[in-house]
């Protein structure tokens, strides 16, 4: 079993920046996938940003150019840096892992406010 905890969210006004952390621990197949998704309230959770056990990355629009996401594979760790943040950014923010058998893990979320 693998189990997935974030940190980092919390409240910041437009134009700031915050950085979100996701630790991977438990029995951990590699390659893997490990990534950002979101949830505004009344919305579908969607995707925000990936990225491979090898660096290759995947950006939703609405975020490119304003986040960047890296890991530590050494410490199964995922990184978001949000920069330039919108009030539109609000959601809870959960971290991903899926590994190589298909399998989908998520963490229980932290949330971000970007008031205006």
């Known amino acids: 079993q693998v189990q997935l905890v974030e940190s980092g969210g919390g409240f910041v006004q437009a134009g700031g920046s915050l950085r979100l952390s996701c630790a991977a621990s438990g029995t951990i197949w590699s390659p893997n996938v490990m990534g950002w998704y979101r949830q505004a309230p009344g919305k579908q959770r969607e995707s925000v940003a990936t990225?491979?056990?090898?660096?290759?990355?995947d950006y939703a629009d609405s975020v490119k150019g304003r986040f960047i996401i890296s890991r530590d594979n050494a410490k199964n760790t995922v990184y978001l840096q949000m920069n330039s943040l919108k009030p539109e950014d609000t959601a809870a923010y959960y971290c991903?892992?899926?590994?190589?058998?298909?399998?989908?893990?998520w963490g229980k979320g932290t949330p971000v406010t970007v008031s205006s």
């Open positions: 991903n892992l899926l590994d190589q058998y298909g399998r989908g893990y």
């Open positions: 990225m491979t056990t090898i660096g290759a990355t």
